[in-house]
């Protein structure tokens, strides 16, 4: 299904959408390529005339409608989130949550946007900062939340009064299609935002290349937003990338062990593992280490497996085949060079159907030697390293290309303050599993990305500043 000019499309090619739990057809959706897009990118910049003049009240309306909508269809939404993408029911209910958080956040924020007026250095002239909308924005989602990415790009951008095409990932667009639901039902003007479904090449390269498209914004790897960021230089496009991430978490001997362990477990295993801040390097104080790694292999091989649609699953599959070998290569290497398995280590067979699950595992003497300590896994594995002192520690934690999340758990003040300043992430999580909340900025620092969503951060995102001098005279 497409979306455009406020009309759905409903022939074209058919794109197979795969339940990653039981390895059925959930069903079958109607996708475009280049022509779609362009016609999507054309109807974006007509509309885009008119949006941009739209009140912030009446555009803050219309965003608090799709807040109304998607609230009374949450259960539908989660659902359809756990079909496509295999995660935990109760997990793609809080996704629905903070979907609509960002909905609601910039429905407020569309009212808030302020300009500015600055001393002016001649007693005839008047000089102001306007701040505007960027004009037509092409975004890009990935799967592993594909109802939040979406809001989270799409409702800063309306508030701030750009006009949106998105692809999200053909892996997951049944979600996407939802959402566009209810931006229907909303009664959003025709050409406003738009869907297209299709070969992610192909649709990102007219995208990119299209001078009426002022932005990309972009969730997904690091491989693909570097190359988005390369073709968008030809016609100066604004970017935002949110891309991977190699997050450590570490543990001094001060730490609350069981908290930690939590800690671990939550930023490990949520998502089997799939998400950019995921925990991918455990550092533990060598002193406490080995009763750091039973407590953790203990509390891990009591994790559920299983499909996300049955009560009291923990951990769903992982998205594909593809996932399901590259996290097997990863745990295969690590043994390969020293690491021991304490839990987990194997591809899950499970009766329910053809499903792509992997147990989830703790690797205990993990080394700098192993695929896993410096490439993303994207998977349910934990490995332990440990270390002595706190500047080993940080320098060890940095990593050479990723910088977006970072968790460390110690008691020590004066510690943790040091930390803070000498992560270089763009996310810090101090004795906190869940450093992401939607006023702040969620983003990553060197090949982790530029840019930030959430909170008025998200927003600026969106905006460009113009500066007039008027002479009075
Ligand atoms: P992952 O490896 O996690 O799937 P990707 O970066 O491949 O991450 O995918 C994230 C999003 O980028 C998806 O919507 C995908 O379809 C899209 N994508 C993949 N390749 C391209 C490309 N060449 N141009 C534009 N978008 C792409």
């Not at 292999?297 to 499909?307: C, P, R, V, W």
């Not at 097997?328 to 699950?357: L, P, R």
């Not at 390293?385 to 003040?413: M, P, S």
Request: hydrophobic share 40%; net charge negative.
């Amino acid at each position: 299904m497409l979306y455009i000019n406020g009309t759905w499309r409903t022939s074209g090619e058919k794109l197979d959408v795969i339940n990653p739990a039981t390895g059925e057809v959930i069903e079958s959706i109607v996708t475009g390529g280049a022509e779609e897009t362009e016609e999507a990118i054309a109807q974006a910049t007509e509309a885009f005339k008119m949006w941009k003049n739209t009140t912030g009240v009446k555009r803050s309306n219309y965003l608090a409608t799709v807040v109304k909508l998607m609230r009374s269809r949450s259960k539908e939404l989660a659902e359809t989130i756990t079909s496509e993408n295999g995660k935990p029911l109760a997990d793609a209910e809080r996704e629905v949550i903070s979907a609509i958080d960002y909905l609601e956040w910039y429905a407020e924020e569309a009212k808030r946007l302020y300009g500015d007026t600055l001393p002016a250095s001649h007693p005839d002239k008047h000089l102001m900062v306007l701040r505007q909308p960027v004009g037509v924005c092409a975004a890009i989602t990935p799967w592993n939340f594909p109802l939040s990415m979406i809001t989270r790009k799409i409702a800063p951008a309306l508030a701030a009064g750009c006009t949106v095409v998105l692809k999200p990932a053909s892996l997951t667009p049944l979600s996407a299609i939802k959402v566009f639901e209810c931006f229907h039902e909303a009664g959003l003007p025709a050409g406003v935002v738009n869907l297209v479904i299709g070969p992610a090449a192909e649709i990102g390269k007219v995208m990119t290349a299209s001078p009426d498209v002022r932005k990309i914004t972009f969730t997904g790897s690091t491989r693909i937003g570097k190359k988005l960021m390369r073709d968008a230089a030809d016609t100066v496009k604004k970017v935002s990338m949110e891309l991977g991430g190699h997050a450590p978490f570490i543990i001094f001997e001060d730490a609350d062990l069981e908290e930690a362990v939590t800690g671990v477990l939550m930023t490990k295993f949520k998502n089997a593992g799939q998400t950019c801040i995921s925990t991918n390097r455990v550092y533990v104080a060598e002193s406490i280490a080995e009763e750091f790694g039973a407590l953790l292999a203990t509390k891990t091989a009591e994790l559920t497996i299983g499909n996300g649609m049955d009560d009291g699953v923990d951990v769903g599959p992982l998205i594909n085949a593809g996932a399901l070998e590259k996290v097997a290569a990863q745990v295969e290497d690590a043994t390969e060079n020293g690491g021991k398995i304490i839990a987990g280590g194997k591809v899950h067979s499970f009766s329910g159907g053809d499903g792509y699950f992997y147990e989830p595992t703790v690797i205990q003497y993990a080394n700098e030697e192993m695929q896993i300590a410096t490439e993303e896994t994207f998977g349910p594995v934990a490995p332990i390293f440990t270390f002595q002192t706190e500047e080993e520690v940080i320098e060890k934690a940095n990593h050479q290309e990723y910088g977006l999340a970072a968790y460390c758990y110690t008691k020590d003040l004066g510690r943790g303050l040091r930390m803070m300043r000498e992560l270089e992430y763009g996310i810090v999580g101090i004795n906190d599993l869940a450093p992401i909340v939607i006023q702040a900025p969620f983003g990553g620092i060197k090949e982790s990305g530029i840019g930030k969503e959430g909170g008025k951060y998200g927003l600026e995102e969106y905006l460009e500043e113009k500066f007039v001098s008027i002479h009075m005279k």
